[in-house]
Nanobody, 115 residues
Framework: QVQLVESGGGLVQPGGSLRLSCTASGVTLRAWNMGWYRQAPGKQRDLVAWRIGAYDTYYADSVKDRFTFSTDYAKNTVDLQIDSLKPEDSAIYYC?????????WGQGTPVTVSS
């Protein structure tokens, strides 16, 4: 059974940075296209960064040039470096298959951007 565990979120001031990590069990992430999603209160869950194949990485316009998707297959993780954070980036961040999530969702990791 696939289990996804996200970590690394927190409270950060505008302009700050965080590094999120997604660890998987029950699956080898190298074999799958993965993505990071986020859901703000009262809004739908959106895909913000994803990788197709070994190298093709895509970003939502709202995060382009600020978010960086990376992988560490030795640790079976996918990471998301988020820089220049804005209040509108506040959300719970999740990982899953991309572009269509099909595994059980983890609990996510909350990111709050506030001064």
């Amino acid at each position: 059974q696939v289990q996804l565990v996200e970590s690394g979120g927190g409270l950060v001031q505008p302009g700050g940075s965080l590094r999120l990590s997604c660890t998987a069990s029950g699956v080898t992430l190298r074999a799958w296209n993965m993505g990071w999603y986020r859901q703000a209160p009262g809004k739908q869950r959106d895909l913000v960064a994803w990788r197709i194949g070994a190298y093709d990485t895509y970003y939502a316009d709202s995060v382009k040039d600020r978010f960086t998707f990376s992988t560490d297959y030795a640790k079976n993780t996918v990471d998301l470096q988020i820089d220049s954070l804005k209040p509108e980036d506040s959300a719970i961040y999740y990982c899953n298959r991309a572009p269509t999530p099909s595994w059980p969702w983890g609990q996510g990791t909350p990111v709050t951007v506030s001064s």
